[in-house]
């Protein structure tokens, strides 16, 4: 089955960027959409893009456009998320999840470990 | 955006008990684009219902989904010791992607 492995916790200064990984096995990427959601400390779920297959392009929440970009590497089935001009309020934990949109139903699973990025001065 | 607010915010039961959390939206969802999740600390969140009543694998048969248009509702039939944790709904309908701003299920 799809297993998703996210890279290790991360310490940025404000103004900074952020790329974090996340290793995809059991599947290759490239069958795969991902998408990322944060969740900031004792907060709830916030979705903030991923691929979205009826496009056929990576989609961004309005609230990160312009400082936030989804890549592949499909040699290495690796996604990623980089996070740029970072703020305090982007403290959060960040995780990778497989959007899986059929007529059964769409859903995100399944998810990554999480990394948790810390922004501080 | 469509914005789902769940209710309780907070829910105070026993094991045993049985618990019914639900998700109201804004706006109408399509039933196959409505997901409940749970959470425990420290862990990231696990699919328990797509599809609005579809049971993920593996997810035990005392977990429900039920609801159309703009309410739904997960029902936990006999609470178990491990089910207390934050629950979420989550609908993919409608770009963005929104989640509620959950339910923290707690042992009173």
Known sequence: ????????????????SVKVSC????YTLTGLSMHWVRQAPGKGLEWMGGFDPEEGETIYAQKFQGRLSMTEDTSTDTAYMELSSLRSEDTAVY??????????????????????????? | ?????QSPGTLSLSPGERATL?????????????????QKPGQAPRLLIY???????????RFSGSG????????????????????YCQQSG???????????????
């Open chain 1, 1 to 16: 089955q799809v297993q998703m492995v996210q890279s290790g916790a991360e310490v940025k200064k404000p103004g900074a």
């Open chain 1, 23 to 26: 290793k995809v096995s059991g």
């Open chain 1, 95 to 121: 995780y990778c999840a497989r959007y899986y949109d059929v007529l059964s139903g769409s859903r995100f699973d399944p998810w990554g470990q999480g990394t948790l990025v810390s922004v501080s001065s």
């Open chain 2, 1 to 5: 955006e469509i914005v789902l607010t």
């Open chain 2, 22 to 38: 639900s998700c109201r939206a804004s706006q109408s969802v399509r039933s196959s684009y409505l997901a409940w999740y749970q």
């Open chain 2, 51 to 61: 599809g609005a009543s579809s049971r993920a694998i593996g997810i035990p048969d």
């Open chain 2, 68 to 87: 159309s248009g703009t309410d739904f509702t997960l029902t936990i039939s006999r609470l178990e010791p491990e089910d207390f944790a934050v629950y």
């Open chain 2, 94 to 108: 409608t770009s963005p992607h929104t989640f509620g701003q959950g339910t923290k299920l707690e042992i009173k």
